[in-house]
């Protein structure tokens, strides 16, 4: 296993997710404590020493599983990370509540790492709001120790994250987001790096292999890596994508089975980034794999001056090719959420003003007819 730098902590570079733990009958809130364990004790036996769960994962099991099993070893031989709900605005009045609860399911006194969850397009105006006090709350725990290192995970667009990092960042000790080499691009990952590398903060990775669709992807793009490196595994790809990146410091696997676990540990096993080649080659073969299914928009906004309907054109289109990448998918449906109704893509009238000055030529019309019947389906 290899590790990674952070403050006075060596952590494995590579840490497991308790989101997709291995389930009883394919129910997401009857995880199999037998199977988990086996994995946890082989993760342990091979040097993973961080281990990510929140409140909402398996609807609330995977932070009582994780703590017991993690409870069978030395306290100082892991690190634990779990997050405050604000995905849920009902939770904004409760973080005192939700955070008492969260040590006793987990049998903690203290969390190692602790998170402000998925900061987003949705929650932003009440992460920020004074009158919640659940920024002031979570310095007051770190005061105490309860927690160790304060940090948030994000899906929010480059606007949110900025707001909150102006806000927030002189507190924050590190930030996870969704990054692997199609966000690169897609969900302007690289921009989100950079950004948080702007405030000198470390990134944390989730979804490396995104969902584990990068785990087995077309053989014509297996063959054009394999050319590159023929004795690396596809999955291993990903992985290697983000070594990298020097900004990284945890990568995140949501391992739901004892294979997906030994397979990524034996790709941890060694630090090899990508060289120069290898890394163009990747992501030339990523953006081979979008351009199949997402519209080449550049957001150059001329198709906005020409909406009658004042529709942020770019902007849907962005979300519309989210949602055909991912075949749906909680992200695009949380941008939907923020947007007018009468500026969503089901007020486009089909006029085609657009269309006439669109320089990629674009059927932006039928896009939007199309993401519409999505939505309604």
């Avoid at 060289?275 to 992501?283: P, Q, S």
Wanted: glycine letters at 6%; one cysteine or more.
């Amino acid at each position: 296993m290899i590790y990674r730098e952070f403050q006075d902590l060596k952590l494995s570079a590579l840490g497991l997710g308790a989101m997709r733990l291995p389930l009883i009958d394919g129910k997401d809130n009857q995880i199999d404590e037998a199977a988990a364990a086996e994995m946890f004790d082989y993760a342990m036996e091979q040097g993973i020493n961080y281990y990510d769960t929140a409140f909402g994962y398996h609807e609330g099991q995977s932070e009582i599983v994780t703590g017991k099993l993690l409870r069978q070893y030395p306290r100082e031989n892991y690190y634990i990370a779990t997050k405050f709900p604000g995905y849920d605005l009902g939770n904004m009045t409760k973080v005192a509540e939700i955070f008492e609860k969260q040590l006793e399911k987990t049998g903690m006194e203290y969390f190692d790492f602790y998170l402000f969850h998925n900061v987003n397009e949705t929650n932003i105006d009440a992460y920020l709001d004074p009158k919640y006090g659940i920024y002031e709350y979570l310095l007051e725990q770190k005061k105490q120790g309860r927690i160790r290192h304060l940090g948030f995970s994000t899906h929010g667009d480059l606007d949110v994250m900025k707001r909150f990092l102006d806000a927030y960042g002189k507190d924050m000790e590190f930030c996870q987001i969704q990054l692997n080499y199609i966000d690169w691009s897609l969900q302007k990952a690289k921009e989100k790096v950079e950004l948080i590398a702007s405030y000198g903060i470390p990134v944390w990775v989730m979804e490396p292999l995104r969902g584990g669709k990068l785990a087995n992807i077309a053989d014509e793009y297996k063959a054009e890596l394999a050319a590159l490196r023929p004795d690396e595994t596809v999955p291993a790809w990903g992985f290697r994508f983000l070594q990298s990146i020097p900004q990284v410091t945890m990568v995140l696997s949501g391992m739901s089975n004892f294979t997906q676990l030994k397979e990524n540990i034996e790709t941890f096993a060694a630090d090899v980034p990508l060289n120069e080649t290898e890394m163009n080659g990747l992501l030339s073969v990523a953006e081979k794999m979008i351009s199949r299914i997402v519209l080449p928009c550049t957001a150059c906004r001329y198709c906005t001056v020409k909406c009658p309907q004042g529709l942020n054109i770019p902007n849907l289109l962005e979300i519309y090719n989210e949602y055909c990448f991912t075949g749906g998918g909680f992200l695009p449906m949380m941008q939907l959420s923020v947007i007018p109704e009468d500026k969503r893509p089901q007020a486009c009238i089909g006029c085609r003003s657009c269309e006439a000055v669109c320089p990629q030529q674009i059927k932006i019309s039928e896009a939007m007819k199309d993401f519409t019947e999505k939505l309604n389906a």
